[in-house]
């Protein structure tokens, strides 16, 4: 038998214990923090889950998830729609959004080709990242992938696909992150950032 | 502006960071993850939630999280109706049903006894439990509570109600815990351990 004596109980510590890093002792914690507050509280939980699942969109350009059918970032005039930053996800857009460094719109693959995983580019929103770039009046495409044999893979076929349309491609600078101590940066990154080694600005 | 470019994925971010210990960051990953599961599974999350704190019964007798009015603990004709162990919160409960060392009943007072905090006796299931023991077979009070300053203030207030029944009233053994370091053992409790030292049983 459970220790816990109540099914509902029982029931909502097991969905919460679900959620990824999230013990049956901290479930059993959140559920009965809930339990406290008001029954309008717990209402507006619940329901701020089912109605995101149910009323979520995707932007039909970029892919970012978004309330309406084409997203803020899209539909925004002040930003810079001949550069597109292509990101695997939609948690990658906010990191970009919060740097307040990139006027430029998006492209949400959806992940990176995987043939470990069986993801193949099919799989990916990749086609309509070439139709947008042979319609449209894109100049630069800026690969904002991870830095792993999968991110290099997605590049390098997206540019491949690409090479006859005269886009400049980019892709985020590598090198030794800013804060960090020398001594502690992988070789591999150390050396990259010796080989790209830029102008000394003194403004930056 | 904010990252995020759907009011209701924000809302939902919103939702998840008032639980204790979650932050931005997580509430975050918890939200998008939950956004990669089925319709349905995400109906059973908020559902859970929202159905827990509307079902949920405390029962009549021992203050116990119940789906019915009297718990399952109380309603149990196997367990040892003399004994009664007091409480602070359900979590004891289940924390006690857990060692499956225990085979009587509770009493959930909802708190200790806290004047910096506004708790006073009258704001517990106090009342209920002189009643429980002057009106029923109750034999033994266990004290299962804190041993804090407000855990024992409560012990005390408790046994002066009751101190004209013949009650036999008992607190949880306090001492080293079974498999510390005795070096790293408090002062207090140590010295608490050698004044109540037992007598040496090989057999436990």
């Known amino acids: 038998m459970n220790e816990i004596s109540s099914i509902l ?13 999230i013990g049956r002792k901290t479930a ?9 507050q008001s029954e309008n509280d717990v209402e ?18 970029c892919h970012n ?16 729609s ?15 959004e919060k740097t307040q460094q990139y006027k430029g719109l998006y492209h949400v693959l959806g992940g990176v080709i995987s043939p470990m995983n069986g993801i193949g580019p099919s799989d990916l929103e990749i086609a309509s990242l070439v139709e947008r770039v ?15 044999m999968e991110g290099d893979t997605t590049c390098f076929y997206i540019s491949r696909r690409l090479q006859n349309d005269s886009i400049k491609m980019t892709v985020l600078a590598r090198g030794v992150a800013v804060g960090d101590e020398l001594e502690y940066a992988d070789e591999v990154t150390l050396g990259r950032s010796i080989v790209n080694r830029m102008p000394f600005d003194y403004n930056k």
């Open 28 to 36: 059993l914690r959140m559920v009965l923090h809930l339990l406290r």
């Open 65 to 80: 998830i978004s309330d309406t059918d084409v997203c803020s970032i899209c539909t925004d005039v002040s930003r810079d």
């Open 9 to 21: 109980l029982d029931n909502a510590v097991n969905e919460f214990a679900k959620l990824p890093g």
């Open 82 to 96: 001949k550069t597109i930053c292509v990101v695997e996800n939609i948690k990658d857009v906010m990191s970009i």
């Open 44 to 61: 507006a939980f619940g329901n701020a889950m089912i109605d995101l699942r149910h009323g979520i969109h995707y932007c039909d350009i």
């Open 134 to 148: 042979k319609n449209g009046d894109v100049e630069e495409l800026i690969f904002a992938l991870s830095p792993t």
